[in-house]
């Protein structure tokens, strides 16, 4: 699962200089997924702040409000997750005192923010990267 890292490159840089929000520097990704019938645009936006603490979104690129809590049908969170396993992994490289922490959005039909079925995935995604890589330590 973790073996599908879909090509990404990094397309913009900010750095926050209106003092919104509190994160010093914004790093953006971008790559594609593919499949039969589509090819879609996803972005990875990773977010440092204060005392080497990082966030990580990512989302399909479409124009609506809901864009954390769509499903794309594509049915290729492997390639997702590992895609954005790898930027984590790259921060790190860069930083290894990161710490990251994560957010699931609930999707549209759960009424709930509460261990929603994303962050059931993610964490179980983490679980597995995890001891993957604790067996090669």
């Not at 990404?8 to 019938?37: A, M, P």
């Not at 080497?52 to 979104?57: E, G, M, S």
């Not at 690129?61 to 809590?69: G, L, Q």
Request: hydrophobic fraction near 40%.
């Amino acid at each position: 699962m973790f073996n599908a890292i879909q090509p990404y490159r990094l397309v913009q840089r900010n750095r926050n200089r209106s003092g919104l929000g509190s994160w010093r520097v914004e790093w953006i990704y971008k790559f594609f997924l593919h499949t039969d019938t589509s090819r879609r645009k996803y972005l990875v936006e990773v977010r440092q702040y204060n005392e080497h603490l990082y966030t990580v979104d990512f989302y399909a690129k479409v124009h609506n409000v809901n864009r954390y809590r769509l499903r794309t049908h594509q049915h290729a969170a492997g390639k997702l997750g590992a895609t954005v396993l790898d930027t984590i992994a790259q921060v790190i490289r860069h930083d290894p005192q990161a710490c990251f922490g994560f957010v699931a959005a609930a999707m549209l039909e759960e009424t709930t923010e509460v261990n929603t079925r994303r962050f059931q995935l993610y964490t179980r995604m983490l679980e597995l990267k995890t001891r993957a890589c604790e067996q090669l330590i």
